[in-house]
DNA sequence: ATTCTTGCAAATCATTTGCACTTTA
DNA sequence: TAAAGTGCAAATGATTTGCAAGAAT
């Protein structure tokens, strides 16, 4: 489910994909959809276990593929947050990282202006994306320890 | 080769470890020195290569084993700025780094002030580390590219 | 029709684990 | 000498690769 609980045409993901140059096939559509309604930085083998019932025929190597496309294109960002499996993300550089250390969720944060972070980057070298990554705990888990 | 191109004496390695409460190897003051000389944020395996010529023995299993206990001591830092393999750096929270999408290095840039990124953190989340990772094309090959 | 995509299985590669042996405090 | 560290080899788990069959333009 995404934010606005709505479920969005394929025809409008099938645009989104064309307009990025990418050939579109039944299982790159349902991918994109499942990024798009999750907020959940998934890694591809989740995407693969929540998919596959519904997608008859879906294999793993096609999600890794498809994912690879994605991010080639600058449709989804690649998190290396953990250390040991990729997780991926609809592009969008206005937001930050947070992960919880006890729980191991993710968070999205703002980070709005990100031309703030120009001036961190020393002069000779030409910033492509920033990414602000935090580690800590989150709400939930402040809460079950102070109880 | 450190900064300051002098070498420590094991007896000061060995003290670190010790105010840390690392028992000390003589593997573990191996791979301090080299994580200590070297600022190639380096991966268990370039350690692990670089070290066994000189270090008769040595496993890669020690150089894992030793990396996790630095990382959970706080002596290391695990950076998770590539996909494939976990790379390693001596801690300091005093910068971020910047990766060079095109040779691959990872440079490190100053950030100096890190409470400048607590407004970022919404309320309710308690931060433990801020870690600004900064991607594009380095100095060098800025010039290759356009000559 | 031609080119690109898919999916299976096998191959890689980083990291972890089990366990007998060695070293440190 | 008790407790912890080490190293080998085997196990694991994520990702990649080769290749034949299927789908898109």
Known sequence: MNKTGQRLKSTDLIEVLRELGIKT?????????YLIDNDSHPSADMIYQDLAPSTPGLSKTTVYNSLKLFAARGLVSE????????????????????RCT????VFDIPV???PRFQ????????????????TGTCPDCVRKKSS
Chains 1, 2 share one sequence.
């Not at 006890?102 to 969720?105: F, K, S």
């Open 25 to 33: 096939s039944a299982q790159r559509v349902a991918i994109l959809r």
């Open 79 to 98: 998190l290396t947050i953990d250390g040991r499996e990729q997780r991926y993300d609809l592009a969008d550089p206005t937001h930050g990282h947070f």
């Open 102 to 105: 006890t729980c191991g969720n």
């Open 119 to 134: 001036k961190f980057v020393p002069s000779g070298y030409q910033a492509d994306s920033y990414h602000l990554y935090v």
């Open 112 to 114: 709005h202006p990100e």
